[in-house]
């Protein structure tokens, strides 16, 4: 049934070697004392328990799917799923990188961002459920009360409680301004709430005591659309003030969805009959609160896709090596096993560094950005935390969308390295691209992310959050550009710079004239800047690498070969992208609908 | 839970306008008789049977799978599909295309080809228990005995028996050398036939008086290899003389798999355990032999491709006109509802217009190669046979390949056209996701289609088949090339075919060096082809979309867009893959296999 073994040594390659973690987080009050060697030691410990606790149950919990007993609206998960989710609590891992005034551990968001590349390796389903809870944390934290704050904060850190997000209604995903669900102001300060809601997932399950449902509904009189949402907490239990469950909450699970993967979490509807609520976030603010929410969700979406393609790969690999078919085109590799191990085949090669550089990439790619958000919110230089925050702002969309656009490639090529043995159930695979397939959709569809990056993030301030981004990839085009052994990965980074300068400038002036120009190019201009930002890190990776090949450490020698696929293989998808982002709005909008 | 409609009209403009097959069969004496009009009375029969029988069955079929009863080594399959067959052979559909002497109605292959389409829109998972037969017909017709043809033949051709193709076994896919099942020869002439093969598709039913398997065994001595393999029919019960069913023969189905998609075929593990058969084609010349179904086969798994593109556009486009979410970005454009229908949305249309461009370029290039394949099997001329052979040849990896390639992301983007009901079971788009990825995998893998079209179609005749086709290519180029209306479509047509010839003979170079660059280049260089061929056939469409349209005919305007869309959108993908096909072996190849 497959393996997972947390890929540590490129963890800390990233996280030491590239990112130079332990002296940056110096600079940050906070987490001045977390030095490698705690960090290291928390990635062995996630590890063990990621391989060991959670891996086990991804496959035998996609089989078994969750439960949904309609009498009593309750959710049974998959076979080991609660026991699991009990030593997850027991070892304190929720806490990891919360809050200490509320029972966290303070650590970074660059080590927990590991930690959960490693879940989501592990059990993508499973992690969902505490995936949520972080979320919930991360938003009661920003806009709650003090009030609130010490109410449920301490019980999600410590994991006793979980949380979720309920946004998405029938009639509206992306669309949030035509949200119907009411909240009615009661004389205790309290509102009733009342609607239904679709897709939520984690919304039901026997994992935790309670469950803290953050839910956006309109207050009587709010104005239209998306300015007159406001944000909720809905607890499933109302709680005591000693922090013991009340009574049950009108918000009931109407009905788990069947679906195409990630059958391990529940993913449900739920109806809120009167559900008593409290506003969380002032009246009408419920977007802006949620978007707290949501931009941790969509770092989380993309560290669900490099988690797919990790394990993915690694299968893969082993498969490769083992299974023995035909001979190598160029003579035989293996003359004393009747075939050759199919890793002698250049294009199962192909398949197997496809994964494997996408892998490396998004961990370069995550790891980073995690660290700027770590720095935006703890680095002493408001200009510094202002220019981190403009940074993850620019790069959120693209985590999002690059990585599990790439995922849905990666895991789908690790499959076909098994040929037939791919498209069974048993050997795992096939669950791994059927889970990758929502990370495209939820949290804002990758279409959503795209226009969000393009219009919003570049666009909108004329490109400043890019040219900063920019700068540094100039910066460090200037200062290799000289270096021989580097002109194979500078060259090509430089030319992409310069190429996605001219394309943003292209689509900014002809968006000038008609606006659908930008929702024409979004999807292709986004993967453009995804090879921008990898072919910069796999530039500086090549370079560490480089510098320390001669040490011997054979992981260079893998690490530079990498960089050269990338560059080979990966990057010229941006010929064929800027072609398309270049081709403008009437190839798509022409035709009358009817037509169609 | 959908709909699916035959797409007559374009059925009917890619054999009359484009192919014009009416005046290319009357060149062919067995099928001078066959006019538009019985064409299109059939291909409406076809569209009622497949909209009204077989794709109410899809889903459901999906949710319920087949049954296995390991006791009695039956499997049962799911509700509906038995009467479905029932009706199906009622109607005289298996015997379409068949040979009249063995009861066949002896029409072409092309239009055989639509109703396969079809019902592949419609049922892939039940498609394939009589898409089967139709290779085990194809294969006793071209290899049998006159005794095994008269005993076998007719009963295929009513659809009273099935056939099945028994190659794979657990430790061999595409390595058939390595085949282990053995034959042992009787005094009768029979033989005893031993052995354990997996993934049978349709391997064991309830819909057929009898199953006629075709398997691969050795004979004793036989040479190491694939120049040892012979054939052997072997039907469930073994014939008496007058046709009725013998004793059970041991060929048992000892399991069926559990897999990502397909539920409603049977895709068993067969053992045979001294099972009684007939060798058929010469000792040792199984796989050529075999080779017959094989092709068969290659171009129907195509087919299967384009029939899971149409049904998936056709149900996206329906929920695109449907739901309503955001503004345009270019203004209201349905201001009388509270959003807009999502069909608006720029991106929306990029991803159902490359369903709708793929599923019209491969029904484009099916019909295409199925009338060279009448051409080759009843011109009377034999440089015409020859050349349409030869062209079959080229082509028939690409439709395996490039086809079912597009499918899968055609497919994938129809689904995100939904959002997150696009991952709903109930709303049916994950099941065609789901079923188009075995089409990549069967019948030889994707990778073997590469490497079979540029290795043995291409370079081991030095690329004369290509350049044979290249001249079609550049004939038209040459017609066309002075009509300015047609310069949008001719331009980028001609600059591939120079591309494809200088690719083709840069590889053959390198290739000469080192056998490896063929395995590095094969997958891209197919795509590349695939694009030219496409390319082709939509500059020939947009020729006569251009002539038409001042009829005022809507189908001409959007032939055109689709057309227009093609090359600003889906033809720029050659300029990644000629870099990737270009970018050699080594940055494959140069990694020890055990530092990945």
Redesign the interface.
């Known amino acids: 049934m497959g393996q997972y073994i947390a890929p540590l040594r490129d963890m800390q390659f990233v996280l030491h070697e590239l990112l130079n973690v332990e002296s940056e987080l110096k600079q940050l009050p906070k987490h001045a004392d977390v030095d490698a060697d705690i960090i290291n030691q928390i990635l062995e410990e996630g590890g063990k328990f990621t391989s060991e606790v959670l891996f086990p149950l991804n496959h035998s919990g996609d089989r078994e799917g969750c439960h949904h007993d309609k009498t009593n609206h309750t959710v049974t998960t998959p076979k080991g799923f609660k026991e699991a989710y009990k030593q997850y609590v027991e070892a304190g891992w929720p806490a990891l990188s919360c809050d200490p005034d509320f029972g966290g551990q303070g650590l970074p968001l660059v080590v927990n961002n590991s930690f959960y590349e490693m879940m989501n390796s592990a059990n993508q389903a499973w992690t969902m459920y505490p995936g949520l809870s972080h979320g919930a944390y991360e938003c009661i934290h920003e806009h709650g009360t003090d009030e609130q704050k010490s109410l449920y904060l301490p019980k999600l850190i410590s994991g006793e409680w979980t949380g979720t997000m309920c946004l ?1 209604e029938p ?5 949030l ?2 949200l119907r669900s009411k909240a009615e102001p009661q004389a205790d300060g309290t509102y009733k709430i009342n609607g239904a809601k ?2 939520i997932s984690a919304g039901e399950h026997d994992m935790s005591d309670n469950i803290v449902h953050l839910v956006l509904a309109r207050l009587p009189g709010a104005p239209e659309g998306s300015k007159g949402i406001s944000l909720f907490i809905v607890p499933k239990f109302l709680p005591n003030a000693d922090g013991t469950n009340g009574a049950r909450n009108p918000i009931f699970c109407g009905a788990i ?5 990630i059958h391990g979490n529940s993913t449900c509807q739920m109806n809120l009959d009167g559900a008593t609520g409290w506003l969380i976030g002032g009246p009408h603010k419920g977007l802006n609160a949620m978007f707290v929410f949501m931009n941790a969700a969509r770092l989380g979406v993309g560290m669900q896709g490099l988690g797919l393609t990790e394990v993915a790969y690694q299968n893969a ?1 082993v498969y490769a ?1 083992d299974r ?3 001979r ?3 003579g035989p590799k293996a003359p004393e096993k ?2 050759d ?1 199919i ?8 398949m ?2 496809t994964a ?1 550089a996408y892998a490396e990439g998004a961990r370069a790619f995550c790891s980073y950005v995690a660290l700027q958000l770590d720095k935006e919110l703890n680095h002493p230089d408001e200009q510094v935390r202002k220019d981190c925050a403009d940074e993850v702002a620019l790069l959120t969309p693209v985590i999002k969308a690059f990585i599990t656009d790439n995922a ?1 490639t990666a895991t ?1 090529e690790c ?2 390295v098994y ?2 043995h ?5 050997w795992g695979m ?1 669950q791994y ?2 889970d990758a ?2 990370n ?3 949290e804002g ?3 959503v992310q ?2 969000d990056l393009l ?1 919003r993030k570049i666009l909108m301030d004329n490109g400043a959050k890019l040219r900063k981004f920019g700068a540094k990839v100039q910066a460090f085009v200037e200062a290799n550009g000289t270096n021989e052994a580097m002109s194979e990965f500078v060259t090509p980074l430089a030319e992409l710079g310069d190429k996605v300068t001219k394309l943003t400038m292209e689509i900014g002036m002809k968006a000038f004239q ?3 120009e ?3 190019a ?2 292709p201009y986004l993967r453009v800047v995804g090879h921008m930002v990898y072919s910069y890190f796999f530039a500086q990776m090549a370079k560490i690498a480089l510098e320390k090949e001669a040490s011997g450490d ?1 992981f260079y ?2 690490k530079l ?1 990498t960089a ?2 990338y560059f ?2 990966l990057y ?5 992208l800027i ?2 982002a270049r ?3 009437a ?5 009358e ?1 009817d ?2």
């Open positions: 998405t009639h509206c995903g992306t669309d301004g035509m679709i897709f969805e069947e679906k195409m993967g690999l090596k023995i078919q035909m190598s085109l160029s009747p075939a191990p890793i002698v085949h250049a294009d199962v090669r192909r197997l560094l494997k849905w789908s499959l076909q040929g037939g791919g498209f069974i159930a048993e096939e691209v059927r397939r929502i495209m959709i939820y569809t990758n279409t795209s226009l219009g008609n606006p659908d930008v929702g024409a979004a999807v054979t020698k893998a070969a050269r696929f080979a293989r010229p998808e941006t010929a064929m072609r398309q081709s403008g709005s190839n798509l909008l022409s035709l609908a037509l169609f």
